[in-house]
């Protein structure tokens, strides 16, 4: 158990929809990242913050947004759903950055 | 062509062998993750290093900063290590902050 936990574990929802994705970092850790990993695509940076405060933008749609609450919590919001965005999404937390990443259990989308 | 390269894609050992898997990374980093994935999705987090060595239990990971080189060796390996492992380098943005790109992976099988 690396102490990071997301919600909700599987999600299935239809084209056009928006969802809703959450991440608590372990305890101490002020950097979250969001990772996308599809079939064909491999595991790919999405975006990153630190202390509430985004820090580094990787291969994020537009589509996508995140923010990092107070708390430290993140979510990640996820519009206009399409086939194609059906994936895994990780979500890691760090002490520092960068730092020894310790990652979630993954939220398994399928768009439908 | 990707900024960081693993090779090889897929590995299949008899229990016992030694095993090594390469990464290569083609621009400046901080540092270099190692990381597996079980069949389960579960990501762990191996080793990050920024230079030299670094062992726990039968795992092993070097890395050659001047060759943009690094390598996750398996002592002994034993049929719970079938897992992909995954290289991913911390590389500097132009904003003076990190993302981590991932290597394609290696999928790794030892047989009993």
């Known amino acids: 158990d690396s102490g990071v936990t997301q919600t909700p574990k599987h999600l299935i929802t239809a084209t056009g929809q928006r969802v809703t994705l959450r991440c608590s970092p372990r305890?101490?850790?002020?950097?979250v990242y969001w990772y996308q990993q599809s079939l064909d695509q491999g595991l790919q940076f999405l975006i990153q913050?630190?202390?509430?405060?985004?820090?580094a933008k990787g291969n994020i749609l537009e589509r996508f947004s995140a923010q990092q609450f107070p708390d430290l919590h993140s979510e990640l919001n996820l519009s206009s759903l399409e086939l194609g965005d059906s994936a895994l999404y990780f979500c890691?937390?760090?002490?520092?950055?960068?730092?020894?990443?310790?990652f979630g259990p993954g939220t398994r989308l399928t768009v439908t | 062509k990707n900024e960081v390269e693993q090779s090889p894609q897929n590995l299949t050992a008899q229990e016992g062998e030694f095993i090594t898997i390469n990464c290569s990374y083609s621009?400046?980093?901080?540092?270099l993750h190692w990381l597996q994935q079980h069949p389960g999705g579960g990501i762990v987090s191996l080793f990050m290093?920024?230079?030299g060595k670094k062992k726990h239990g039968r795992l092993i990971a070097t890395i050659n900063i001047q060759e943009k080189h690094s390598s996750l060796h398996i002592t002994a390996s034993h049929p719970r290590d079938s897992a992909v492992y995954i290289c991913?380098?911390?590389?500097?943005?132009?904003?003076?902050?990190?993302?981590?790109?991932f290597g394609k992976g290696t999928k790794l099988t030892v047989n009993p």
């Open positions: 890691a937390s760090s002490v520092n950055s960068p730092g020894e990443q310790y």
């Open positions: 305890s101490g850790d002020l950097s």
């Open positions: 913050y630190y202390n509430g405060e985004e820090r």
């Open positions: 621009v400046g980093i901080s540092a």
């Open positions: 290093l920024s230079s």
């Open positions: 991913a380098a911390f590389l500097l943005t132009q904003g003076g902050s990190e993302k981590l790109v």
